[in-house]
């Protein structure tokens, strides 16, 4: 496998992560009727089955650190975006300046992991 893929495999993981959250969020939405929100509690977990083995079978070419920055990244950037345009959250300026530090900060964390291309740091 080309080390792209597992980097397409890791932005696949995150999505799904995404996808684990805005779940877990309609069956708290649907509480009200407990068949539904069982039901999207489950798809849900699913989702979160395949995050979990996506985000694991990355973590074979990709450190640990470079996954966390794009993973979580993906996630924060992700749940907001989801936020906005499904469930109509109103995001305040410290929402944004937040975001952006949380984001800023996961890169100088690992910034020196981030030559992603340095062959050396992978197995």
Partial sequence: MQPYQYYAI??????????????????????????????????????????????????RYITLGVSSIIFFSITIIGLVAAGILYFGEKLSITTYIGTALILIGMVIIFWNQLNVYDTSVHK
């Fill in 10 to 59: 890791l932005v696949t993981a995150s999505v799904f992560n995404v996808l684990t959250n805005i779940g877990f969020k309609f069956s708290e939405l649907n509480k009200d009727t407990p068949a539904r929100a069982y039901l999207y509690f489950a798809i849900a977990l699913l989702f979160g089955l395949v995050n979990s083995v996506l985000f694991t079978y990355a973590l």
